[in-house]
T-cell receptor, first 112, second 114 residues
């Protein structure tokens, strides 16, 4: 079946460090790809998305590019802040049904 | 406005109680979802409603009973729950069921079953 694999955390970085969270997927068709963020005690917020190969999603300094050849959607940010500390979920959704398949989540901790 | 609201924020109930969770959106979305999230885990889909009709039930036990009274409201009725049902219950909505549609999540109801 369809699945998403994320790098295990927690990831601990100092403020202003470069962030990469790896995400790869397995899908039989052409999924849309998402990154959601969950701050402590809150629900999920969409961070960015891409709906076709080579699309780049970006928001709040975060970026991810849909790479069909490597089935990947890695999340990057050039300079993290303490306020970026959260759990990040990579997810996919197939063409119809809109059922989100989530990765396990990666905890990010940013120290000042 | 991309807000999904959920009430209550916290709920404690005994195994013999009946309670309901409520979710509301005013974005004109026609698809609404219930998810269950255990600590340190990703959300798990429970139910999907499309145009007020149940579209997907992910083999959820009958002690959870969803209801969609209109296009803006989604309820989850709880009865005879077990302690292992304690979790964060998230509601979400989207324009429709196309795969590229963004799901907008509410803040969740944190449920504790004693």
């Amino acid at each position: 079946g369809d699945s998403v694999t994320q790098m295990e955390g927690p990831v601990t970085l100092s403020e202003e460090a470069f962030l990469t969270i790896n995400c790869t997927y397995t899908a039989t068709g052409y999924p849309s790809l998402f990154w959601y963020v969950q701050y402590p005690g809150e629900g999920l917020q969409l961070l960015l998305k891409a709906t076709k190969a080579d699309d780049k999603g970006s928001n709040k300094g975060f970026e991810a590019t849909y790479r069909k050849e490597t089935t990947s959607f890695h999340l990057e940010k050039g300079s993290v802040q303490v306020s970026d500390s959260a759990v990040y979920f990579c997810a996919l959704s197939m063409e119809y049904g809109n059922k989100l398949v989530f990765g396990a989540g990666t905890i990010l901790r940013v120290k000042s | 406005d991309t807000e999904v609201t959920q009430t209550p924020k916290h709920l404690v109930m005994g195994m013999t109680n009946k309670k309901s969770l409520k979710c509301e959106q005013h974005m004109g979305h026609r698809a609404m979802y219930w998810y269950k999230q255990k600590a340190k885990k990703p959300p798990e889909l429970m139910f999907v409603y499309s145009y007020e009709k149940l579209s997907i039930n992910e083999s959820v036990p009958s002690r959870f009973s969803p209801e969609c009274p209109n296009s803006s409201l989604l309820n989850l009725h709880l009865h005879a729950l077990q302690p292992e049902d304690s979790a964060l219950y998230l509601c979400a909505s989207s324009q429709g069921l196309a795969g590229a549609e963004t799901q907008y999540f509410g803040p969740g109801t944190r449920l504790l079953v004693l």
